[in-house]
């Protein structure tokens, strides 16, 4: 399985991004039953989770995320999206997905996001 993110880049505060992670040599049913999830890691930080939906679209969310973000995915396409709106300096991070099946996590390479304020 491959994950490849897209989507990143340089937003002024208040702006929006929205981000796309799609999975590739992942047969749909493996796709559809994985967690997808979004993480970040700012410079001098711990990768944290943003946010996470399940293989029934329940959605979990970092409380820093404040109402923000919104996480969804399109099996069909194998895909998970992060729209991120009312974007802050404080998000500025390298976003990675994951995914997650059968305890197997899968990373991609992650996508720069930059809010200049």
């Known amino acids: 399985v491959q994950l490849q993110a897209s989507g990143g880049g340089l937003v002024q505060a208040g702006g929006s991004l929205r981000l796309s992670c799609k999975a590739s040599g992942s047969i749909l049913s493996v796709f559809s039953s994985s967690v997808m999830g979004w993480y970040r890691q700012a410079p001098g930080k711990q990768r944290e989770l943003v946010a996470n939906?399940?293989?029934?679209?329940?959605?979990n969310y970092a409380h820093f995320v404040k109402g923000r973000f919104t996480i969804s995915r399109d099996n069909a396409k194998r895909t998970a999206y992060l729209q991120m709106n009312s974007l802050e300096p404080d998000d500025t991070a390298v976003y990675y997905c994951n995914m997650n099946w059968a305890s197997s996590n899968y990373w991609g390479q992650g996508t720069l996001v930059t809010v200049s304020s």
């Open positions: 939906i399940t293989r029934d679209r329940t959605t």
